[in-house]
C-alpha cells in the first residue's frame, strides 16, 4: 500500500521493474491503473514531465528498457511500438493519421488477437519512444464531469513489442519476443456523482461495462475457470495474451482518499 508520501520512484522500483525485467526475458507482461475516475490512474502511469521525479509507469519502464538493452553486448535488440484508445468500444490508432478512424479487431491463428492497421514504429532510444507517447496522449479522448474536470474518456494502451537475438557461443541464433501493454484505464463511475448525461452518460455506461468485462476475467483466470470470458469487450480481447498463459500482470489500484458518505 502506497500513501500519499510515497514517491514515484517507489512505486516503479517495487511493483513495475519486476515486470518490465519478466518482458526483457521474452515474457508478455501487463501494467495497469484501475479505479474510480479523478483518483491518479493517469498520474500513476503517465505522471509529468517536471520535476522528473513525478514522472509515472510508462517513461520510467521507457528508460529501463533503453537501459538494459545498452548493458547488453551480445545480444541484438529490435523495439517496436504502438499507442491505441478503446473509445466507447471502437479501436483507435492514437498515432495513425487520423487518430478518430475505428480499427478492426482480427484473429490470427499464430498472432492471435490483432488491430488491423495498427501503426507500428521502430525505436531505437528514449528520446523517440517519448516523442511517440507524447503525441499519442494529445490525441486521447478527455472530456469534463463533475467529478474530474479532465477526465480519461477512454482505456488506452501503450504496447511495446522486444525482439530479442542473443546468439549462444557456438554462434546458433537465440530468438525472443516480450510484449509490455501499459494500460490507461477510464475511471469507475456513477452517473449521478459524475452529472453526465447525453454523450458522457454513454462513455460512462462503455466504459464500466468494459470494466465490469475486465473484472469477470481476471475472476475467472484467478478461480482457474475453463472458460474465460476474453470476448465480453475490445478491452479484454487486446489483453488476451497478455493477461492469461505465459504472462505476468500487475495492477494499480487507486483509491481515492475521500471517505464514503453515510446515508441519513
Not at 515486470?19 to 479523478?38: K, M, P, R
Not at 488491423?116 to 472530456?143: C, H, S
Not at 449521478?192 to 466504459?207: H, Y
Request: with cysteine; hydrophobic share 30%; charged share 25%.
Amino acid at each position: 500500500v502506497y500513501d500519499e508520501g510515497s514517491s514515484q520512484e517507489e512505486l516503479y522500483e517495487s511493483t513495475a521493474r519486476p515486470i518490465v525485467e519478466s518482458c526483457l526475458e521474452g515474457y508478455n507482461a501487463t501494467i495497469f491503473a484501475y479505479g474510480q475516475t479523478g483518483c491518479g490512474k493517469t498520474f500513476t502511469m503517465q505522471g509529468v514531465e517536471e520535476p522528473t521525479e513525478l514522472r509515472g509507469i510508462i517513461p520510467r519502464a521507457f528508460e529501463h528498457i533503453f537501459e538494459s538493452i545498452e548493458a547488453e553486448t551480445n545480444a541484438e535488440f529490435l523495439v517496436r511500438a504502438a499507442y491505441c484508445e478503446i473509445y466507447n468500444e471502437s479501436v483507435r490508432d492514437l498515432l495513425g493519421k487520423d487518430s478518430k478512424k475505428p480499427l478492426a479487431l482480427k484473429q490470427h491463428p499464430e498472432k492471435g488477437v490483432f488491430v488491423k492497421d495498427l501503426t507500428w514504429t521502430t525505436v531505437a532510444n528514449v528520446g523517440e519512444i517519448d516523442t511517440l507517447m507524447r503525441k499519442g496522449f494529445a490525441n486521447r479522448e478527455v472530456g469534463e464531469t463533475k467529478m474530474n474536470s479532465e477526465s480519461s474518456r477512454s482505456h488506452s494502451i501503450f504496447t511495446i513489442v522486444i525482439e530479442v537475438n542473443e546468439p549462444d557461443s557456438e554462434g546458433n541464433d537465440h530468438f525472443r519476443t516480450g510484449k509490455l501493454n501499459l494500460v490507461d484505464l477510464a475511471g469507475s463511475e456513477r452517473a449521478n456523482k459524475t452529472g453526465a448525461s447525453g454523450a458522457r452518460l454513454k462513455e460512462g455506461c462503455q466504459i464500466n461495462l468494459s470494466l465490469s468485462a475486465l473484472g469477470n476475467v481476471i475472476s475467472s483466470l484467478v478461480d482457474g475457470s475453463k472458460h474465460i470470458p476474453y470476448r465480453d469487450s475490445k478491452l479484454t480481447r487486446l489483453l488476451e495474451d497478455s493477461l492469461g498463459g505465459n504472462t505476468k500482470t500487475v495492477m494499480c489500484a487507486n483509491c481515492g482518499p475521500v471517505p464514503a458518505r453515510r446515508e441519513k
